[in-house]
């Protein structure tokens, strides 16, 4: 079997598959022998039926026809692996002729191949990873979530304001448009946050501000408010809630003291050493665990924005196509439903389906960035690699299922496979990292934040003033 490839516009091609003269008589042998044994001619045995029998009975055109069907379903797949191709859409074939004994046969397909394309430059990428092991200010952080876990209240002086980020006990009366009371909003004493999302932004604005002893008299529309945890089944029930709240007492959390006591009687360390040496420990592990695959998609978002060209619809089509093939499949090894998935994750399948969409454009464009990047640096994937694929498949003939896949035109899907992670590794390996302490960093952006929202309520101040 002989290949050629012709490109052609829109990243299609078209191979010329030609076969020899010898293989295409063997197989119009074979055909007839075939054709003999599993009809039966009157007047001879079976499998004995001459050629002129056969093409009587079933027409002259009938072995050439199904020779021709043979070789074309059979040739395709192994001229798409020989000529290293990736397709992304299925072949077009146009009417091919029928063989003729004694003469080579040629055919030929088109096929939509993934884009050969280039990154805006070669160089390895800038990435910022967190440190690797444990700092100093990460053990504390952590130390004082625990610490926080077991945090007390204690009523704060009688002259402290609610704010933003207090804790309230708070005396709720709720009643919808009709005065009913809405037992789900009303309390007697019931602990508050606020910002935490349990009750509208509304409801918190009226009760920041307000010291021990004061009310405060409003009502919330429940449309505005279908977010607030407490407030979300009431949809339907009633348009508007009618509150009266009176601010029994302004709480502040109390930590308890980091002593070697506290330590062991309440964690069951040794001691507050000993504690930090575990912690210290249980983070090193956390990050050996994610930091490869913190790297790797560091990576790969930053080789995506090197690539300037858009993604094909065909490419990107093929990575959507395979990520719900994964998704899917996943499900059904958990026993679970694609209604209780997004139940769980309180999302609409339109939303799935505008998440996957997404998920497969980043996908394909970091796909399509990988192979500019082997192409580039000349990285190629052996038959070895491919063979060894197969055997850690677990099959019990790795070398037979290699066969079936190279027949089926499938096996480009391997090396395709086999030639990003290669590129992936070596961007990897290539990569100039800045490592940071994550702890120390979101202790920055939290300063950033308080001062950004001092900044504001400023400003807030000012402009109130001025309208005064």
Known sequence: METKVEA????????????????????????????????????????????????????????PAS??????????????????????????????????GGKPYEFSFEVECKPTCELSDYEPVEVKLPAE????????QQIEALRDYYHEFENAN?????????????KIAATDENGEDVSALSSESRMCLMGSGMFPAAFDEQVIGLKKGQTASFSVNVEDAKDATLMASLEGKTKTVNFEV???????????????????????????ADLRERVADSIKEQKEDVLPRMKENACLIELAKRLDVEVPAAVQEQTEAKLLQDFFSQLQNQGASFDMYLQQNGITADQFKADVKQQAADTAKQDMALDAWAAHFELKVTDEEV???????????????????????????????????????????????????????????????KKSSKKAAKKEEAAADAEA
């Not at 001619?41 to 009587?56: E, L, Q, V, W």
């Not at 092991?133 to 504390?140: L, M, N, Q, T």
């Not at 499938?410 to 030639?419: K, N």
Request: charged share 35%.
């Open 158 to 170: 009688a002259n402290t304001k609610v704010k933003a980020d207090s804790y309230a006990d708070l």
């Open 67 to 100: 020779v021709t069907d043979d070789i074309v379903n059979g040739c395709y797949p192994l001229a798409i692996d020989s000529c290293d191709l990736y397709p992304v859409g299925e072949p077009e074939f146009g009417e091919p002729a029928l063989v003729e």
């Open 246 to 272: 009176e601010v029994l007492a302004v709480k502040k959390q109390v930590l308890p003291e980091l002593t070697d006591e506290w330590v062991k009687d309440t964690l069951g360390f040794d001691d507050v």
């Open 8 to 63: 052609l516009q829109d990243n299609k091609v078209k191979v010329t598959v030609t076969v020899d003269a010898k293989e295409v008589d063997n197989r119009i042998k074979k055909a007839y022998k075939d054709f003999a044994n599993k009809y039966n001619f009157p007047g001879f045995r079976k499998g004995k039926a001459p050629r002129p029998i056969i093409d009587n009975a079933l027409g002259a055109e009938a072995v």
């Open 133 to 140: 092991g444990a700092s100093e200010a990460e053990i504390d």
């Open 387 to 449: 063979l060894e694929e197969f055997e850690k498949s677990g099959a019990k003939d790795p070398k037979a299922l290699l066969k079936e896949w190279r027949e089926g035109g499938r096996l480009y899907l391997v090396r395709e496979a086999l030639l990003r992670t290669h590129a992936v590794l070596d961007v990897m390996e290539k990569a100039k990292v800045t490592e940071y302490d994550p702890a120390e960093e979101a202790e920055e952006e939290k300063k950033a934040a």
